[in-house]
């Protein structure tokens, strides 16, 4: 008996710290703030420097649908 309290208040203990790390990353915001300092200028460095084809360039003819080719 004395085993599984112990290994009952153990587990009682992870969970409530697991409780309290999630609390103070919603209570803070920690994870919008990660998104925005450091996952989005991420993205923003890819995909700006990313080739893109010049739509502008391709020929317009009514009855034929262009080739979306990037």
């Not at 969970?15 to 703030?33: I, R, T």
């Not at 020929?59 to 080739?67: A, N, T």
């Amino acid at each position: 008996m004395n085993k599984l309290c112990k290994k009952l208040l153990k587990l009682l203990g992870v969970l409530f710290l697991a409780n309290a790390a999630l609390f103070v990353v919603f209570f803070f915001d920690l994870d919008g703030k990660l998104m925005f300092n450091v996952v989005e200028p991420f993205l923003k460095k890819h995909y700006d420097n990313m080739e893109r084809r010049d739509v502008l360039k391709t020929p317009y003819e009514v009855d034929k649908f262009p080739k979306y080719k990037y």
